[in-house]
């Protein structure tokens, strides 16, 4: 168990709906990073949040969003949603502490079906 | 090009085999590279990580880096069943994003 949360484990959902993901760091660690899985494109980096502020963005649609609340749990909101967004939805965390490689601790994932 | 290239699977393998798992970067930047390991149904976990050039070895387990050829491996010495997962390499950059291979699929048979 990496100490990383995610609800809810599964989602089955609708073309056009929209749903939020939720995510819960470890314990102390500031830095939240959120990744898309799917088997044509593997683990992709989507968006970074450190202590509640937007840190660094990879392959995130317009149609995806995020933030990190002053408890440091974090959210992703997927909306307009199409069949290609199934997929699966990691969270990790890390204590992001300069000049050392930054161990990511995931979570077990969110599996999203866009049906 | 992407990235980061990992050799495709899936790979299976009897018990005590060795096993040689790779990926190629094209990104001179890279500094650290990691091997992460997924179980199924799983989020993926840090098995080990390099900085440097030459090797480095945990138990069963020794990462190489070749940082002239770009390339880098794993190696994972008398397999065994509860090493059936799948392999990714991964390279942290710019606020420690990582950028992933697509991962192997390794199942080691009994």
């Known amino acids: 168990d990496s100490g990383v949360t995610q609800t809810p484990k599964h989602l089955i959902t609708a073309t056009g709906q929209r749903v939020t993901l939720r995510c819960s760091p470890r314990s102390g660690d500031l830095s939240v990073y959120w990744y898309q899985q799917s088997l044509d494109q593997g683990l992709q980096f989507l968006i970074q949040?450190?202590?509640?502020?937007?840190?660094a963005k990879g392959n995130i649609l317009e149609r995806f969003s995020a933030q990190q609340f002053p408890d440091l749990h974090s959210e992703l909101n997927l909306s307009s949603l199409e069949l290609g967004d199934s997929a699966l939805y990691f969270c990790a965390s890390s204590p992001y502490l300069r000049g050392t490689p930054d161990t990511q601790y995931f979570g077990p994932g969110t599996r999203l079906t866009v049906l | 090009q992407k990235e980061v290239e990992q050799d495709p699977g899936p790979l299976s393998v009897p018990e005590g085999a060795i096993v040689s798992l790779n990926c190629t970067y094209s990104?001179?930047?890279?500094?650290?590279f990691m091997w992460y390991r997924q179980y199924s149904r799983k989020g993926p976990e840090l098995l080990m990580y390099?900085?440097?050039?030459g090797n480095k070895e945990d138990g069963r387990f020794t990462a190489q880096v070749d940082k002239s050829s770009k390339y880098i491996s794993l190696f994972i010495r008398d397999s065994q069943p509860s090493d059936s997962a799948t392999y990714l390499c991964?390279?942290?950059?710019?606020?420690?994003?990582?950028?992933f291979g697509k991962g192997i699929t390794l199942s080691v048979r009994p």
């Open positions: 390099t900085y440097s050039s």
């Open positions: 949040y450190y202590n509640g502020e937007e840190r």
């Open positions: 990104n001179s930047a890279f500094q650290y």
């Open positions: 991964a390279m942290p950059g710019a606020n420690s994003k990582l950028t």
